[in-house]
């Protein structure tokens, strides 16, 4: 048996000495020929490992260099050292790993994150990717224990789809036709995709809405949390090609519902974050301080990382339809001196990112929930709003808009009724006979119900601070990229 070992995070944590351990890890620096900071990824504290001089042979402690994997045994004794209470006194140490500290990547020093995104197979050894890919776990994680503790089924659906849930059509092909031109043809030239895998032409799912309404109409509450993919040209620090968002669908929810659950669910994973995390959010608060010392006073966040978070938790979000969003853009002195890139048109008009950020970080500076968008600036899916003043038709959209981050949430009440869901769907060259199904669930026992689309590496990013998604994600697929 090889895991005997003790993780460093309980070792630091613990009172006891006088004791022996073994611990195994990953050589962050050596210094004295004598200490040895190790870390083994359970936190970003490293355990002081002592290699007492004349103890050991020259030829093992010229392998202990910046990068190589080692096995410790020894005593666990009070440290002298600043910083640390305790640290293991070695009797023992095996090389499990070299490295060649002339060739390793990863230097004992600061790295910009622009490199370190070169170097993503390896950044996971480093303090800021440790703590974030932390985090991103504990958010993963209380994501299933919130709809697990209301009685949500949590709902695979599928990554192969051949509808686009969005109508947007940006998607990823998936097939096995040759593409060297000699796909079969149909008589007009056509792709014949009855000749492909599937029998049909298919495509990664840009969301599993669709599926999930299926399956709320029969479990009442479900979610889904899964990959999605985009191919949107979006190069930005928001936008990933491959990106994991959580999909709740709820039976017997208004919008207004719909909008109490995201707040609810949003804070309660932010929470967790916060107990669980605390140390790892201490230190990027700390990191994102130190980054923003450079920039000029009105481009620093207001409020440290751990403060804006503890606001976010004691706050209600800010709720007010898309009409009265127009009217404060219309208003703003921002928009009568002309600085916004986008022009304030008047209602009917998208919101650019910067509107919908002057919104949040400028006006209410908190998170803005927008509802009732105009009908034509959204997808098919979303409930007409009843008496709508003429010209002005509205569904029940909302959008949930966090400081720094921009739209986080994106949902609405469900168009249940048949004929003005098949209207709908005509008028926006949705193909009706191919999403029969989807329409099955309002001919057969349909019902109000509602959902959201809840993007995982925005909500990372906001709860960690980090200004690019990229760094956020493991292995980033965005366009030109798709290294490791
Ligand atoms: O607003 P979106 O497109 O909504 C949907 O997909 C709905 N089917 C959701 C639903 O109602 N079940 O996407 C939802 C969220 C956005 O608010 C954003 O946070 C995130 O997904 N998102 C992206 N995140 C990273 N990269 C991209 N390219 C993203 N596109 C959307
Ligand atoms: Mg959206």
């Not at 990554?159 to 940006?170: K, L, P, V």
């Not at 209410?364 to 007409?384: D, E």
Request: aromatic fraction near 10%; charged fraction near 25%; hydrophobic fraction near 40%.
């Amino acid at each position: 048996m090889l895991n005997n070992r003790t993780k460093i995070k309980e070792l630091l944590a613990g009172e006891a000495t006088n004791y022996e351990a073994t611990v195994m890890g990953w050589v962050r620096t050596f210094r004295n020929n004598q200490f040895i900071a190790l870390n083994d990824g359970s936190t970003n504290n490293n355990l002081q490992v002592l290699a007492e001089l004349g103890t050991f042979d020259e030829s093992i402690l010229k392998r202990i260099t910046t990068g190589a994997c080692i096995k410790a045994v020894g005593e666990i004794i009070p440290s002298l050292g600043k910083g640390q209470r305790v640290e293991l006194k070695a009797s023992s140490i095996e090389i499990l790993g070299d490295s060649d500290a002339e060739k390793f990547p990863l230097q004992p020093k600061k790295h910009s994150l622009e490199f370190l995104r070169e170097i993503a197979h390896l950044r996971f050894r480093t303090n800021t990717f440790g703590s974030v890919f932390r985090i991103r776990h504990s958010l993963a994680f209380a994501v299933h224990k919130f709809f697990n503790e209301k009685g949500f089924v949590y709902m695979h659906t599928p990554i192969i789809t051949a509808s686009d849930a969005e109508g947007a059509g940006e998607m990823f092909r998936v097939t096995t036709l040759p593409i060297d031109g000699t796909a079969p043809r149909n008589d007009d030239a056509t792709i014949n995709f009855k000749e492909d895998f599937f029998g049909r032409s298919t495509n990664l799912t840009v969301s599993g809405q669709l599926e999930g309404e299926l399956a709320a109409m029969a479990f009442s509450d479900i979610y889904t949390f899964g990959p999605t993919f985009r191919a949107e040209n979006s190069n930005t620090t928001r936008h990933l090609a491959e990106f994991w968002m959580i999909e709740p669908e709820m039976a017997f929810y208004d919008l207004e519902d719909n909008a109490n659950l995201a707040e609810e669910f949003i804070q309660y994973i932010i929470k967790y974050a916060m107990d669980n995390n605390r140390e790892d959010l201490e230190f990027l608060a700390q990191r994102l301080a130190e980054e923003e010392k450079s920039l000029p006073q009105d481009k620093r966040s207001e409020m440290g990382l751990i403060e804006k978070l503890e606001f976010v938790l004691s706050n209600k979000f800010e709720r007010l339809t898309y009409t009265q969003a127009i009217d404060i853009l219309k208003e703003s002195n921002h928009n009568k001196k002309k600085k916004f890139q986008y022009e304030i048109t008047g209602w009917g008009m998208d919101l650019q990112s910067e509107h919908e950020r002057y919104l949040v970080e400028k006006h209410f500076k908190k998170p803005v929930i927008l509802t009732n968008y105009p009908a034509a600036i959204k997808s098919f899916y979303m409930r007409y709003d009843d008496n709508c003043e003429p010209g002005r038709q509205t569904v029940a959209a909302m959008d949930i808009l966090a400081p720094g981050i921009g739209e986080i949430v994106g949902g609405s009440q469900r168009e249940e009724r048949l004929d003005k869901l098949e209207q709908k769907m005509k008028d926006m060259h949705i193909p009706m006979e191919e999403l029969y199904w989807y329409l099955d669930t309002r001919r057969y026992g349909a019902c109000p119900h509602a959902g959201f689309g809840l993007g995982f590496e925005r909500m990372v990013q906001f709860v960690t601070g980090m200004g690019n998604i990229r760094d956020v994600i493991p292995f980033p697929r965005y366009p030109k990229s798709a290294e490791f």
